[in-house]
Structure formats: structure tokens, C-alpha cells
T-cell receptor, first 111, second 115 residues
Framework: DAKTTQPNSMESNEEEPVHLPCNHS???????IHWYRQLPSQGPEYVIH???SNVNNRMASLAIAEDRKSSTLILHRATLRDAAVYYC????????????FGRGTQLTVWP | EAGVTQFPSHSVIEKGQTVTLRCDPI?????LYWYRRVMGKEIKFLLH????????ESGMPNNRFLAERTGGTYSTLKVQPAELEDSGVYFC?????????????FGSGTRLTVV
């Protein structure tokens, strides 16, 4: 399995930026970096993904280190609805379709 | 558009019984995936359909699990006979195509409890 390491939990205050780190030191050249999040009693929800360059979408930004051994998901202004478990996932280019979930980071957002 | 629908949302069965889970993907999504999370573990891949064909079933735990996708629309995952260790949450996801320009859409899952 493609391994990632994330902190078990993080906290933030509402309307502040949140930087969620992920280490993936064994990443290979064809591995994409994905972020999903899971709210209570729901399935995982796609947030963002990237390969080498930083990526932005309406939900978040993904900053990828130059050596690709780590990445950071950035929520620019946390809201209470962003409280969830965030998963940093690598997908192997050789096994398209298969996502390898880790334990994720439980994000708590305080009002 | 309707999301990925799974039912039942909860199922409680006795050990040795049979249970069938159903997943309705987003209309037009050729790719359908099954994942599950058993107690205390990470979410694990089970298998991947492209239309009605099994593209990758390497995550299926044993031959008590049978997945089908007749006609390339909805999919069923049957557990027969169910064992205690099969308890967990089973997720289904779909995508229009394999490739990383598309995120997968997951359903809310079926919580299976085997007693």
C-alpha cells in the first residue's frame, strides 16, 4: 500500500486558515496525491488532488513540496462545516482507480 | 444530479446469514468501486467495476464476498455466509472515468452488523 502519515488531530478557530500536513516519503513518480474528507455518518468527499504543481479549487488549495515527499492541504477560512476527518491519499499510477486510505486527521473547528 | 445511493443504510444479521448490499452509482458513471471500513481499521478497497466488468477485485477478502454489476448500472455486494469480522461500513463510489481529473463520489455507506 502507498503510505501517508498525518497527525491524528488538529484544531482551528472559525474563519482562520488551516494547514493540514501530510508526509509521503515513499511516493513514486507516477503517484497522485489526493485529499478527501469525511463528515460524520457520510462517505468520503473529494476535496482536491495534484501531481507536482500546487493546485487550487473552490474548496481548498494543495501545496506540494518540490521533492513531493510531503504536501499540505490549505483551507483558507475554516468554517464549522469543515470539521471532518481529512484523508491524504496516494494513488498508484499502475493501479488506476484504487485509493489507499490512511487514518486521516480529525479536524475540530471552534466557533 | 442524484448522488451515489446505497441501501440499506443499516443491516443487522446473524452470523451465517446472507446479506446483499446495493449501490446505485451516478447515472452515466462507468466506474464503480466498493470499499469498506471494519472496526478500528482504515477504509480499504474491495473492487472496481468498469461497466459490467471487474477491473480489479484484488481487495476482496475471501470467496464469501460476491460482487455483481449486471448491465453496468447498479451493483450488489453479497456476503454469504456472513461472519462476525464482516461487520463494518461498506462504501460505494463512482466516477465517469478512471483518471485523476475526476474525484470519486462516494455514497453514505451501509453499516453492516453481524451478531
Amino acid at each position: 500500500d502507498a503510505k501517508t502519515t498525518q497527525p491524528n488531530s488538529m484544531e482551528s478557530n472559525e474563519e482562520e486558515p488551516v494547514h493540514l500536513p501530510c508526509n509521503h516519503s515513499t511516493i513514486s513518480g507516477t503517484d497522485y496525491i489526493h485529499w478527501y474528507r469525511q463528515l460524520p455518518s457520510q462517505g468520503p468527499e473529494y476535496v482536491i488532488h495534484g501531481l507536482t504543481s500546487n493546485v487550487n479549487n473552490r474548496m481548498a488549495s494543495l501545496a506540494i513540496a518540490e521533492d513531493r515527499k510531503s504536501s499540505t492541504l490549505i483551507l483558507h477560512r475554516a468554517t464549522l462545516r469543515d470539521a471532518a476527518v481529512y484523508y491524504c491519499i496516494l494513488s498508484r499510477g499502475s493501479t488506476l482507480g484504487r485509493l489507499y486510505f490512511g487514518r486521516g486527521t480529525q479536524l475540530t473547528v471552534w466557533p | 444530479e442524484a448522488g451515489v445511493t446505497q441501501f440499506p443504510s443499516h443491516s443487522v444479521i446473524e452470523k451465517g446469514q446472507t446479506v446483499t448490499l446495493r449501490c446505485d452509482p451516478i447515472s452515466g458513471h462507468d466506474n464503480l468501486y466498493w470499499y469498506r471500513r471494519v472496526m478500528g481499521k482504515e477504509i480499504k478497497f474491495l473492487l472496481h467495476f468498469v461497466k459490467e466488468s471487474k477491473q480489479d477485485e484484488s481487495g476482496m477478502p475471501n470467496n464469501r464476498f460476491l460482487a455483481e454489476r449486471t448491465g453496468g448500472t447498479y451493483s450488489t455486494l453479497k456476503v454469504q455466509p456472513a461472519e462476525l469480522e464482516d461487520s463494518g461500513v461498506y462504501f460505494c463510489a463512482s466516477s465517469p472515468q478512471v483518471g485523476w481529473n475526476y474525484g470519486y463520489t462516494f455514497g453514505s455507506g451501509t453499516r453492516l452488523t453481524v451478531v
